[in-house]
């Protein structure tokens, strides 16, 4: 079956330090897209993908950054991990880009900055 | 700017209880809606949605109606379970600058008991 994986599922890196996250999805997919999820926020965007070698920043994209060399992956990169970047990361995946389009959400890593 | 608001919680109800979760939007055009449910420890999963107006998702015994003259998208359930239990999100996304972005609101946090 078709899935979205992402990996690790929990990290504890300490500040300063350069982490990347990976999200793999076996959908072919041409749209994904990288969520932090904190209390009382929801999910807010990131970045995100329309196809390979296209990033595009989101709404809290200070910080990360993201690069696509293929349809299957896109690695989330914390330059330099600060403690407010504590939090659980979501990857998703969508077939098309319309406003009725599903997304479909990985299991999450909690990534904790000491 | 586009915005869900929804009830904070936690809800806590017992098992069989009639359930009601409610979320409100603002929105410049005609945006979908969605509700999201997050079970413990594990990603997003899209419950329901509704792409316009008076439209009525479904989905496991959980309804709701978008109605555009209140701006709403209330998410109910005849008798709730145990396995109920979750975090549920409500979203939108509506066309901006081109991209459809899918916006969501803080979750709600569901507890069943027996």
């Known amino acids: 079956d078709a899935e979205i994986t992402q990996s690790p599922r929990h990290k504890i890196t300490e500040t300063g330090r350069q982490v990347t996250l990976a999200c793999h999805q076996t959908?072919?997919?041409?749209?994904m897209f990288w969520y932090r999820q904190d209390l009382g926020h929801g999910l807010r965007l990131i970045h995100y993908s329309y196809g390979v070698q296209d990033t595009n920043k989101g709404e809290v994209s200070d910080g990360y950054s993201v690069s696509r060399s293929n349809t299957e992956d896109l690695p989330l990169t914390l330059e330099s991990a600060a403690s407010s970047q504590t939090s659980v990361y979501f990857c998703a995946s969508s077939e098309r880009q319309g406003r009725n389009s599903e997304q479909y959400f990985g299991p999450g890593t909690r990534l904790t900055v000491t | 700017g586009d915005s869900v608001t929804q009830m904070e919680g936690p809800v806590t109800l017992s098992e069989e209880a009639f359930l009601t979760i409610n979320c409100t939007y603002t929105?410049?055009?005609?945006?979908?809606l969605f509700w999201y449910v997050q079970y413990p420890g594990e990603g997003l999963q899209l419950l329901l949605k509704?792409?316009?107006?008076?439209d009525k998702g479904s989905n496991k015994g959980f309804e709701a109606t978008y109605r555009k003259e209140t701006t709403s998208f209330h998410l109910e359930k005849g008798s709730v379970q145990v396995s109920d239990s979750a975090v549920y999100f409500c979203a939108l996304k509506a066309s901006s600058g081109g991209y459809n972005k899918l916006i969501f609101g803080a979750g709600t946090r569901l507890a069943v008991h027996p």
């Open positions: 929105a410049t055009g005609y945006p979908s």
């Open positions: 959908w072919n997919h041409n749209n």
């Open positions: 509704a792409t316009k107006a008076d």
